[in-house]
Structure formats: C-alpha cells, structure tokens
C-alpha cells in the first residue's frame, strides 16, 4: 500500500509537542496559527485519531499522541538529517556555513576566531546570527544554524555538546556604590537598587528573574534594554547597576566603573558548542568549530 505522506503536518505536530504551545510552534514553522492548526487537523482526519487534548490555555498529547509521537520522532530526525547532508554538502562546495551565538560570544570569541580563519581559510564564509540562549536553541532544533554557541541548562536528546569557556555574571556599578562593600555578592543583595536589565529571553535576565522570584519587590527603578553597550552607557551615567556577563565585559566601555563576579551557584555558567548529534558536521563547519576551539585554548575532539 502507498502513503500519502506528507512531512509538513509531522513536523508541525512534533514542533507542537516540543513546545506545547500551537502558537510557538506555528511561529517556528513559520506559518499563521490557522494554517498550523488547519495541518494538524488535517493529519488528526487522515490518521482517525484525536492527537491533542485542547482548552483555552494548553494543549496535551492524549495517549494516542504520545504513541505516535515516541514512534515517529526518530524517523523524522533521520529524514531530516539526510536531506541536511545533502544540504551541508552543498554548503561545503560553497565553503559557507551559518552559525548562532550568543551576543556575549559575538563580542569577545567570534571576532578573533573569524580574522584567523580569514588568514587561513579565505574562500570560508561565515554568517553568524546573534540572538538569546532561548532562540538559539530553538533555531538548533529548526535546522535553521548548523551549530550554536549557548548555554544548556537542561540535557537534551539529540543534542551535542562541547563544553568551550567557563563564564559568570557580575554586577557593573559605579565607583562607591553600597554593594562594593559586600564581601560575598548575591543576586538578591542587588534588589533594592536601581537595575539596569537585559530584556526578557537573554540568558542573564532569565538567571536574574528566577533568582529573585522569591524575594519581595522594592521600590527600585528597573530599566530594560536589549544591548549589553546600552546597560552600560546608562551605568556611566548613574542610573542604576546592571547584571551582565564577564566575558562581555572586556569589549565594553568600563572606564570608571566597577564589577563584581555574583556567588550564586546559578550565576555561573557554561558556553558550549552545541549541535545536532544526528547530524553530521559540513567541512566548513568542521573548520569553524576547529577554529573556535583554539581561540579559548581547547582542543577539538578526535570524533569531532
């Protein structure tokens, strides 16, 4: 018997199970929420099973949907890895490879790594997307970058990682503000102060939200912004301390001012190289993460 089978409503219904929301996954398909339930209907009609339980707030796989889910997971990983075969095959012959990384990366690791690869790899050509830990991820699991340089606060099936530079996030304050005389600094000793925030889905907000939940809020101005070079332009001009990354903070303008590493356990973290497992890496992929390596002193593994 032949199949109409059609990849596009699997991958939506894997995406919706991913994320548990038809929303989130409709955006990383990158289709209107109708047209996403619409797939979804159509494979629930074409299979005769009921694959999610909805209400107003949540959707959740009934035990059909789990089943379907446990069995075609693999096989799409598969079919995908070998049409991104073909394609990093393509890239290779072009010498050219998409990358994501975290804007602290961007700053400091990147830039060295891409002028020695200049000297020894010219035809390479590099596309390097910035963007929170949160996205990158996401744009992993899309197939969208070959592999990223994030954070992995949870294991992930499927994903490979190499661990690449230790990092911790600091306060930056000015000269004689009243947390430099903490010996120890917490991420709830900076609450009653004025802060200068990175935006919502950036590795440091997220670390500074989930620190503080329990602790009661002050009257203290809280300032957004999405760029690490603006939280410190507003520092320069007294308007509060910000929460930021130490590897960042040797490309930014700190004349003046002052920093101190936080000792929360979760203010430390972990740069990775992370990719698909299933995957295998294109030649100009290979020399990217070569490179990268050696910029902070590592060494690629013998299975890279």
């Given amino acids: 018997m032949i199949y109409n089978i059609k990849y596009r409503p699997l991958k939506a219904f894997l995406l919706a199970t991913e994320t548990g929301s038809f929303t989130q996954a409709a955006e990383l398909l990158g289709v209107t929420q ?5 797939l979804i209907r159509d494979l629930e009609q074409t299979l005769g099973l009921k694959l999610f339980e909805r ?7 009934t035990s059909e949907g789990i089943d379907f889910c446990d069995q075609i997971r693999r096989p799409i990983a598969e079919i995908e890895g070998a ?56 744009m992993l699991r899309t197939s969208q970058v070959e592999f990223v340089l994030a954070t992995l606060l949870t ?24 947390v430099a005389e903490h010996q120890q600094l917490y991420l709830a000793d ?66 003046g001012l002052r920093y101190t590493p936080l000792s929360d356990r979760v203010a430390h973290r972990t740069i990775n190289i992370i990719r698909h497992g299933r995957h295998r890496l294109s030649s100009a992929g290979e020399t990217l993460m070569e490179g990268l390596l050696e910029a902070c002193g590592m060494q690629a593994p013998a299975d890279l």
Avoid at 55 to 61: A, W
Avoid at 91 to 105: C, D, K, N, Y
Avoid at 165 to 172: I, L, P, R, S
């Fill in 83 to 138: 049409y991104r075969s073909l394609m990093d095959l393509a890239a290779a012959q072009r010498s050219s490879i998409v990358m994501g990384a975290l804007p602290s990366t961007a700053l400091t690791i990147i830039p060295p790594t891409l002028k020695r690869l200049r000297q020894t790899h010219p035809a390479l050509k590099i596309r390097v997307v910035e963007a929170h830990n949160d996205d990158l991820i996401n």
């Fill in 34 to 38: 109708p047209s996403f339930s619409a």
């Fill in 190 to 255: 900076l609450v009653p102060y004025d802060l200068i925030l990175l935006s919502k889905g950036s590795s440091a907000r997220d670390l500074f939200d989930r620190a503080v939940a329990d602790v009661p809020a002050t009257a203290g101005l809280r300032i957004d912004v999405t760029h690490m070079s603006s939280a410190v332009s507003l520092v320069h001009q007294g308007l509060g301390l910000a929460v930021l990354p130490k590897l960042a903070l040797k490309a930014l303008n700190l004349d």
């Fill in 155 to 178: 294991e992930v099936e499927d994903f490979r990682v190499t661990p690449l530079v230790d990092d911790v996030f600091c306060a930056v304050y000015p000269p004689g503000h009243p």
């Fill in 55 to 61: 209400t107003t707030r949540r959707i959740m796989l």
